[in-house]
Every structure is written in structure tokens, then in C-alpha cells.
């Protein structure tokens, strides 16, 4: 499967942005999937992910209640809608697809493609 992120920009603090990550070559309902974002100088960090069915999700603590993940896996799509950005929510945010059974992953080890990432930057 490949992935691709689309839909980051510059945005003022308390602003929103939907992101989307499209997959191709296999359907995308054979994967969890998972968002991921990386701020310069610092490691790849957990943002949110999603089960193959759209039946659970799971956020890190720092974007929950801001951030929601969904999914359409007709058009083998997975959406981040981001509400109320934070300069700390400055990064590229990269999507990622789990083959194996839905256990909450939020370790990078854990996902076996990556997009290739889009910027996400928000000004105070």
C-alpha cells in the first residue's frame, strides 16, 4: 500500500485543518491507521489512530478533545480534523497503516508504511 498526506498549512492559533491521508494499491479497510506528527529536534510522536473498521479510536492526551480521526474506507481515506491548533501542534504530520491486529499502536515501530508527511504549522 502507499499512502499519501495532504492538507496541512499555515493556520492561526485556534484555527482548524483537515487532513487527509489517501491509500492506494490496497484497500485501505485491511489496515489500522495511525497519525503521527514530528516537530524539528524532536522525536516522531503518537497523534491518533483509528481501527480498520472505524469502531475505535485512540488519541494521545495532549490533542484529545481537539483532534478527531475517521475514517471512509470506501474511498480509502482517513481523515484528521484538528479544531482549536496550538503552536505546539507545529510539525509534519505523517500518516501510517498497521497490518496487525488493532491493539491502540502508538509506537512508530508498530506501522509497517508511512506516508510522506505534511506540514502542519500554526502562529500565535
Known amino acids: 500500500v502507499q499512502l499519501q498526506a495532504s492538507g496541512g498549512g499555515l493556520v492561526q492559533a485556534g484555527g482548524s485543518l483537515r487532513l487527509s491521508c489517501v491509500a492506494s494499491g490496497r484497500p485501505a479497510f485491511t489496515y489500522n491507521m495511525g497519525w503521527f506528527r514530528q516537530a524539528p529536534g524532536k522525536e516522531r510522536e503518537f497523534v491518533a489512530a483509528i481501527r480498520r473498521s472505524g469502531s475505535a479510536t485512540d488519541y494521545a492526551d495532549s490533542v484529545r478533545g481537539r483532534f478527531t480521526i475517521s475514517r471512509v474506507n470506501a474511498e480509502n481515506t482517513v481523515y484528521l480534523q484538528m479544531n482549536s491548533l496550538e503552536p505546539e501542534d507545529t510539525g509534519v504530520y505523517y500518516c501510517?497503516?498497521?497490518?496487525?491486529?488493532?491493539?491502540?499502536?502508538?509506537?512508530?515501530?508498530?506501522?509497517?508504511?508511512w506516508g510522506q508527511g505534511t506540514q502542519v504549522t500554526v502562529s500565535s
Open positions: 501510517a497503516a498497521d497490518q496487525g491486529l488493532w491493539n491502540r499502536a502508538s509506537l512508530p515501530d508498530e506501522y509497517d508504511v
